[in-house]
């Protein structure tokens, strides 16, 4: 069995000490319950803090051991590294910076700090316990450096990283200072999971504009890996909720719990009353003092339902030592105090408020027995709650009002989906709720449950672990042609016993890396100096085939004893003799499209036009890329009604379109440059698209290698540009 190793904050257990004995209860929460599902493919081991800092080596060990059985292993930390760690980076920057809290967002050097050093202590504990090629599922907003620690000292490792809450839109997300840490960090990831799709765009948004990587629908292109993005809706233990619910409902009178009891008194007493539940962490994000404001508001719009309905309010504590759950708190109480004195009768309370956690059992009577659930959070990664209150309902009898705002309203469109900002709207559903007829709920009900029955937490978690495996087959497939120790040997024995070679080379992404300005990409001395060696051996011959002007490459190149082939195939020179031009062209249609491109380059900053004799090439590299690739959809899409019946063609490079005569490319220049010769080792080295055209023209025999880990007609990859010179360097020494 392979192994999976889960990391978390917090372990799903709770530890006490008693008397120096040690006691450990594990917690069935949702993902307990998800991951149990994959326990059965894997063996799994879980890696999280135990839930307190224990400072004395033997009680620690005494923990640990007491923890194996369950195969959890804790990490402890010091207590004030926790508290910067936990209470500072995690609670007091990521949180409310992610929930779009910008006001309470602490920006604090030594909580990162904290936050760095505690990344790096779960990354030991990680390497310490992983055994080769495990699988390592990273969870939430802790750990968000985990992953990159962890691939730079074991790229053995399969990676997933989940985050629970939110991924705030680019504008939020780059006001952190340590924001490209934390995108690297993440993408250090073979695989990383949101529950929405809008995160996940969030996210690759962040990654496009901070870091500049490419990216292919949901694939982000690192120089020399991928890595997966993607949505995966968190579901719940949904037969757990549904059938604890159903035998509640089947209980005896007696044996149902107090507050059961309580209820059902109170339903007696007052027969059409209405309850209203909401249960939530007490969390500014949850959104606890606008539904009360909404609450006060819809009493007054509808007065018709004073005395008709009670609002029954859980507010679990939370954070306690944050300074604003602490303020929250007290303004909780008082709207509450405040709705209660202003609206209360004898014989009714609006508010039922409980400042404390339930039993799961009392949890399951609150979700049966009120006939609104009423979620309005500002902010919510996903909110499980609400789909907890829906697999509960058996009786499908029941309404659920929900903040847009919840991770959960994507999948929950049956619910009275509301603005949490708008009161008005919350007391509308209030109303809408109340009068619901029930065949209506049962409609809205069964939908809902039949989703979340199917997109349980089980299954939430297997397609999570198949995502990661999958990331597997791809690398295969992406690297099945990998230049590996056996094809190097190969080519460089091919090479060693040809007596006539050519060598196409590409330049720029090829033998030197992009710049932010075409100009900047000269050739360095340690590149010459290989060209030379290269072109020295009079075995071969040395091409450099280029999108480039000839001016350029003439002056970098002058007197040099190799080919150039410049402007993707129209002009050739060869050593010592005269620049040809390789087909006959025309130039003129030149003027007539050159201030509709001028135009791209006035509303488009950081772009430049390139003139070469034969073609017009608008640059995008500096521009913010999402607009450079929207723009360069537009430009294509204009131009190509443009050039119609004037023979030319538009050609994609990298971050480049050019505009130039059909017909000419590389592929049939390399073909026209090997005419009627006979060579015994050719190849051909390029990273651009316009470099595909050399890979399907040329004689099958060539090796055609195509720079980078994307799909190709060349029969051959390497990783990265890096990769080219060593390459090359190896088989100009093997030629003797
Ligand atoms: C984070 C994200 C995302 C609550 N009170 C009691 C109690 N609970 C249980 C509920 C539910 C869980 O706690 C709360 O989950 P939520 O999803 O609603 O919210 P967060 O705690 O903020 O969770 C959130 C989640 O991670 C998962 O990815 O959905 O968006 O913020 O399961 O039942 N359980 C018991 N007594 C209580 O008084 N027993």
């Given amino acids: 069995m392979k192994q999976i190793l889960i990391i978390s904050n917090r372990l799903p257990v709770n530890v006490t000490i008693n008397e120096g004995e040690i006691e450990t209860v594990p917690s069935v929460g949702g993902l307990a319950t998800g991951m149990s599902s994959i326990y059965k493919y894997y063996s799994a081991k879980w890696i999280g803090w135990p839930g307190l800092n224990e400072s004395d080596s033997k009680i620690r060990t005494k923990i640990g051991k007491a923890l194996k059985k369950h195969e959890y292993i804790p990490v402890f930390m010091q207590e004030e590294l926790f508290e910067d760690f936990y209470y500072g980076f995690s609670n007091k920057t990521i949180w409310p910076l992610y929930h779009y809290f910008t006001q309470y967002v602490e920006y604090k050097k030594h909580t990162w700090e904290a936050y760095k050093k505690v990344n790096a202590f779960y990354a ?41 809450i939110p991924f705030p839109s680019y504008e939020v997300f780059r006001i952190l200072p340590w924001r490209d840490e934390i995108i690297e960090g993440l993408l250090g990831a073979d695989l990383i999971g949101f529950h929405t799709y809008d995160y996940e765009r969030h996210f690759l948004s962040a990654v496009r504009r901070l870091r500049g990587y490419d990216i292919d629908f949901n694939q982000v292109n690192l120089d020399d890996r991928f890595v997966k993005v993607d949505a995966f809706p968190m579901g719940i233990d949904y ?57 006060d508001y819809f009493l007054d719009k509808y007065p018709e339902f004073k005395e008709k309905v009670t609002l029954v309010m859980v507010a679990t504590p939370s954070r306690t030592a944050v300074a604003q759950y602490q303020q929250m708190k007290s303004e909780v109480d008082e709207l509450v105090g405040h709705i209660n004195g202003k609206y209360a009768s004898i014989n009714w309370t609006p508010i039922w408020y409980f400042y404390r956690s339930f039993p799961f059992d009392t949890l399951i009577d609150l979700y049966t027995s ?7 959070p500002i902010r919510d990664g996903m909110n499980l709650v609400a789909k907890e209150f829906v697999a509960s309902k058996v009786d499908q009898k029941g309404v659920l009002i929900l903040s847009e705002m919840a991770g959960a309203a994507k999948e929950m469109g049956e619910a009275l989906i509301i603005n949490p900002n708008n009161y008005e709207e919350i007391a509308d559903a209030l ?73 196409f080379l590409d330049y720029d992404g090829t033998l030197v890396g992009f710049q932010k300005r075409p100009e900047m990409a000269k050739p360095d001395k340690e590149l010459l100096k290989l060209l030379d060696s290269l072109a020295e051996d009079p075995k071969n011959e040395l091409v450099i085939i280029s999108g480039r002007d000839r001016e350029t490459l003439e002056k970098w190149f002058k007197g040099k004893p190799y080919t150039l082939i410049t402007d993707h195939g129209v002009w050739r020179k060869e050593p010592k003799e005269d620049w ?120 099958d025999d060539t090796i055609t290698i195509k720079v980078g880990i994307v799909k190709t ?24």
């Fill in 124 to 164: 030991d504990q990680v390497i310490e316990n992983a055994e080769e090629g495990a699988y390592v599922w990273v969870h939430d907003y802790h750990l968000q450096l985990l992953p990159k620690m962890l691939r730079e000292k074991r790229p053995d490792l399969i990676i997933g990283f989940f985050l629970h």
């Fill in 239 to 295: 037969e757990k909720f549904a059938n604890t619910a159903m035998k509640h409902q089947q209980m005896a009178v007696k044996d149902r719990s107090k507050i059961q009891q309580e209820i059902d008194k109170h339903y007696l007493m007052a027969p059409d009353q209405k309850l209203v539940l909401s249960i939530d962490r007490l969390d500014y994000s949850k959104g606890i003092a606008n539904r009360l404001e909404a609450f």
């Fill in 370 to 376: 009120c006939d609104i659930g009423l979620l309005t």
């Fill in 431 to 503: 109303n809408e709720a109340m009068i619901m007829p029930e065949e209506e709920h049962k409609e809205k009900m069964s939908s809902m449950q039949n989703r979340l029955q199917r997109y349980s937490v089980e299954k939430w978690a297997r397609d999570f672990v198949e995502g990661m495996e999958n990331t597997i087959s791809l690398k295969e497939k992406h690297y099945s042609k990998n230049i590996n120790t056996a094809i190097e040997k190969d080519i460089l024995s091919k090479y060693k016993n040809a007596n006539k070679r050519l060598l």
């Fill in 580 to 699: 040809q031009m390789i087909e006959t062209l025309h130039a003129d249609w030149k003027e007539q499209l050159r201030p509709a491109l001028e135009f791209y380059v006035d509303r488009t900053p950081g772009s430049i036009l390139e003139e070469k004799s034969f073609s017009l090439a608008w640059h995008y590299r500096k521009v913010d890329p999402e607009l450079g690739n929207m723009r360069a959809i537009e430009l294509k899409d204009e131009f190509m009604s443009l050039i119609a019946n004037h023979n030319l063609d538009i050609l994609e490079g990298n971050k480049v379109i050019e505009i130039k005569n059909s017909g000419v490319n590389k592929g049939r220049a390399a073909v026209a440059k090997i005419g009627n010769n006979k060579y015994d080792f050719t190849v051909a080295i390029g990273d651009d698209w316009t470099d595909e055209y050399i890979f399907e023209e040329i004689p």
């Fill in 713 to 736: 007609a060349a029969r051959f990859n390497v990783e990265s540009q890096k990769d080219v010179r060593p390459l090359l360097k190896k088989l100009m020494e093997s030629g003797g």
